[in-house]
């Protein structure tokens, strides 16, 4: 079985980068559609670029299926899920290439993957945040 291809550790973020990505996930989890808007805007053209690079920390870490003996793991079931979670975003003709898109997204693989429990959404993506934040500082205090 091939090695997973996703072993590039990546670049730190800015610690207000990710603040300005979860801000823009929470305000759509909300339907607070000004409030994207206001985070687009301020962040424009970078949106984009911080939700992918948000989605990857989210997603890559959660989904990474030891592969050394070449059998299925005890993650492997990860990869189930995962590909429910694609079939339902296919399903509901979400545009992954967009904002909304990535951001809805990151907000569907915490919910089915993360929680299971639209309540605990927006309670896990305040962590995932925190733990940006915290990686973002640590990162830029090891390189200044």
Same mark, same amino acid.
């Given at each position: %079985?091939?090695?997973? =291809?996703? =072993?590039?550790?990546?670049?730190? %973020?800015?610690?207000?980068?990710v603040a300005n990505a979860f801000a823009y996930i929470q305000a759509l989890l909300a339907d607070d559609i000004d409030a994207a808007a206001?985070? /687009?805007?301020?962040?424009?053209?970078?949106?984009?670029?911080?939700?992918?690079?948000? +989605?990857?920390?989210?997603?890559?870490? =959660?989904?990474?299926?030891?592969?050394?003996?070449?059998?299925?793991?005890?993650?492997?079931?990860? +990869? /189930?899920?995962?590909?429910?979670?694609l079939l339902e975003l296919l399903c509901h003709g979400v545009c992954l290439g967009g904002a909304p898109g990535i951001a809805d997204t990151?907000? #569907?693989?915490?919910?089915?993957?993360?929680?299971?429990?639209? #309540?605990?959404? /927006?309670?896990?993506?305040?962590?995932?945040?925190?733990?940006?934040?915290?990686? /973002? %500082?640590?990162?830029?205090?090891?390189?200044?």
């Amino acid at each position: %079985m091939p090695e997973n =291809t996703v =072993t590039v550790p990546f670049g730190p %973020m800015e610690a207000d980068e990710v603040a300005n990505a979860f801000a823009y996930i929470q305000a759509l989890l909300a339907d607070d559609i000004d409030a994207a808007a206001a985070v /687009a805007d301020h962040t424009n053209p970078k949106l984009h670029q911080l939700l992918l690079n948000v +989605a990857a920390r989210v997603i890559i870490p =959660t989904t990474a299926v030891d592969d050394h003996y070449e059998e299925p793991c005890a993650h492997s079931y990860l +990869a /189930a899920a995962l590909g429910r979670l694609l079939l339902e975003l296919l399903c509901h003709g979400v545009c992954l290439g967009g904002a909304p898109g990535i951001a809805d997204t990151i907000t #569907r693989f915490t919910e089915n993957i993360l929680t299971e429990d639209r #309540r605990g959404v /927006a309670a896990v993506l305040r962590q995932l945040e925190a733990a940006g934040i915290k990686q /973002a %500082m640590e990162a830029h205090r090891t390189t200044a």
